[in-house]
């Protein structure tokens, strides 16, 4: 072995006693235990926020609404499960409560069209008056929309907005004054990441959940001193029935499973981190891939090239139906 061998070996040697002799080790060691022990005192407390609680969820009968209702019942939450379909809803019941092996809640029934902000108003009534109280309110249920504004009747852009955005605030509102005097709830809803961005070709959708962000982005703030949460989740594309059961301009139902809608994350995923933002009582979640998110970014931070992008995107979309 040469000088420079020898050196490097001293030198080797010293750093091992450096990283040995000091608390290099230990500290490591502790930091560890007490990251652990964290991540574990927010699991329990997480379970026993969830457990017993009681949980409203619309748009049960299908994707990510009855992904959430599988991942809350087994965190023993009692829940009411709401939508249009009662007969889907009954389907679901049976699903959960057949087979468990804990102990968990049989789930309520509630069915309303949340168009109809006159049913939806009944229908919150009939949810207190079954429960008693509402401990989490999940605004799940929603329509997406296809088409070019020029050819779009403002019926169609009505429609979505009252699904969308009139609907969940109607209930919202119609629960709030019980959470208000209890001084305590939860009000989660899911918008989207095109309540950030908007995309060519899903202008009511986009207005949709723009105005969703908005909306209980104001009830976050003035529902702080009463104690009450808000969580806005804004999820990418999941694998659901969303682009199948979307509208088109005339009203008509679009019936296509979309590329990015089929290829979107898996929807049981997506539940299992409405879960743990709800949990974590967290006040904004993005659930998306990076392109999205660096998205959002560019659209506040150079928003001449974030339109210059979805001109584009506008041309090739148009292009690619032309052919
Ligand atoms: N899939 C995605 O790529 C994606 C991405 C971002 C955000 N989201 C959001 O995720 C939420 C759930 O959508 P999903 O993807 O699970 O789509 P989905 O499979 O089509 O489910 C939509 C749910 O909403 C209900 N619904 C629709 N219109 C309703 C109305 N007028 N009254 C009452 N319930 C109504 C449906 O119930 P019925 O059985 O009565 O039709 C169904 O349970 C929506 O808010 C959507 O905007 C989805």
Known sequence: MG?????????KGKLMDIITSTAIIPLLCGCV????LFKLLQRI?????????VVVITGATSGLGKECAKVFHAAGAKLVLCGRNRERLEELVRELTTNQPKKTHKPHIVTFDLADSNTVVQAAAEILKCVGYVDILINNAGISYRGTIIDTTVDVDKMVMETNYFGPVAL??????SMIQKRQGHIVVISSIQGKISIPFRSAYAASKHATQAFFDCLRAEMEQYEIDVTVVSPGYIRTNLSLNAVTADGSRYGVMDKTTSEGRNAAEVAQEVLSAVGKKKKEVVVASLIPCLAVYLRTLSPRLFFKFMAGRARAERKSKAS
Do not use: E, V
């Open 45 to 53: 407390r997480m379970k026993a926020y969830i457990q017993d609680s």
């Open 3 to 11: 000088r420079r061998g020898c050196r490097r070996s001293n030198l």
């Open 33 to 36: 235990g007490i990251f652990g």
């Open 172 to 177: 919202t509102k119609a629960i709030l004054p």
